[in-house]
Nanobody, 122 residues
């Protein structure tokens, strides 16, 4: 089992960059595939990016391609989401998730953080 805590969200302007951090607890962290999802007000939670347990493969939704980079440091039990060229439509609560499957599907992830708010002003 792993507990996840996100940080790094905030209020930024269009075009700014932001790095989100997800800190995991437990020795099993390195065995889990990890992902970032986001949920805007009134919308469903959507996939943003995923990374395999060893960090060998990454996957991005169209919303994040060429602007977002997911990475992890298993020695620190940490996953990152580096976001650049932020747009108002990126405004959402961003969630870190971990699970046994490398997937874009919400339900393939067993462990979730509490979320961190990202607000991009125009």
């Amino acid at each position: 089992q792993v507990q996840l805590v996100e940080s790094g969200g905030g209020l930024v302007q269009t075009g700014d960059s932001l790095r989100l951090t997800c800190a995991g607890s437990g020795r099993s962290f390195r065995s889990y595939h990890m992902a970032w999802f986001r949920q805007a007000p009134g919308k469903e939670r959507e996939f943003v990016a995923a990374i395999t347990n060893a960090g060998s493969y990454t996957d991005y939704a169209d919303c994040g391609k060429d602007r977002f980079t997911i990475s992890r440091d298993n020695n620190k039990n940490t996953v990152y989401l580096q976001m650049s060229s932020l747009k108002p439509e990126d405004t959402a609560v961003y969630y870190c998730a971990g699970g046994g499957r490398y997937s874009r599907r919400l339900y393939d992830y067993d462990y979730w953080g509490q979320g961190t708010q990202v607000t991009v002003s125009s």
